[in-house]
């Protein structure tokens, strides 16, 4: 696949509930080995459009190509094997299990135990706090932890496609700034990652190109540098008062 090929294509895009529009026909590309945000406010629809993404939402019409194939109605665990995985919002940790087991279900789709063992490694190398905690109950983390476990645990899954939805939500700052570290991090090895974040700045800062919800709808869209200095995004989505000259 060359760098310029789209691995994921969103293509006219709805999802409904009840007969309420959610998401409306949208058009959304991420290339191969980008890193594309999705900001717009609470409501806006991004987590409903990573849930269709991931088969955990029917479609209510649109399509879905990811890696050069239609993956409408496809299951999740079936997407899993194919490299796309997403860490929920909310995390989805198991609280009972341990930090290592927790991981180990990123490993559930592999048979490459050594490998398995290595990536694990790698891991903790990433996040040295849970290598600490390795035998812990991930339940009694802090949620910044949490966090660091539901990422790990999307990386041992070995993702071409990594979709994350909120992951600063409700963490310290220091733990967000330690958290996009590691965004930057997976990135930087080439996978490719599908950004949702409330912090609109933070996920453009990071990004090479993005896009902005309302009310389901895609509204803007282009290089994150231009985003950053948008009159609207900066009045909307980063605290800054339109200049009404």
């Keep these: 696949m060359s760098e310029s090929q789209a691995l994921l294509e969103l293509r006219g895009l709805e999802v409904a509930y009840g ?9 959304l590309r991420v290339d191969a080995g980008e890193l594309v945000c999705l900001i717009g406010a609470n409501g806006a629809g991004k987590s409903t459009t990573l849930r269709a993404i991931c088969g955990l939402v029917p479609l209510a019409g649109g399509d879905i190509v990811y890696d050069g194939q239609s993956i409408n109605g496809r299951k999740s665990f079936e997407l899993v094997r194919r490299g796309l995985v997403m860490v929920p919002e909310g995390r989805g940790i198991f609280g009972q299990l341990t930090i290592e087991e927790n991981l180990a279900m990123g490993a559930y789709v592999r048979r490459d135990a050594a490998q398995v063992r290595q990536d ?5 190398t990433l996040f040295p706090r849970l290598a600490e905690r390795r035998k812990q109950a991930a339940g009694t983390l802090s949620g910044g932890e949490q966090q660091m476990v539901a990422m790990g645990r999307a990386m041992i899954a070995r993702p071409k496609l990594l979709l994350l939805d909120e992951p600063s939500m409700g963490l310290a700052p220091l733990m967000v700034e330690k958290v996009f570290e590691v965004v930057r991090a997976i990135a930087a090895e080439g996978v490719t990652i599908l950004l949702i974040e409330q912090n609109a700045k933070l996920a453009l800062e990071h ?12 509204t803007l869209s282009g290089p994150a540098r231009e985003l950053l200095t948008d009159p609207k995004v900066r009045a909307a989505y980063l605290g800054e008062v339109e200049d009404a000259a």
């Design 19 to 27: 007969g309420i529009r959610a998401v409306r026909g949208i058009d």
């Design 207 to 218: 990004s090479h190109r993005g896009y902005v919800m309302e009310s389901g709808e895609l």
């Design 120 to 124: 694990t490694e790698r891991v903790f």
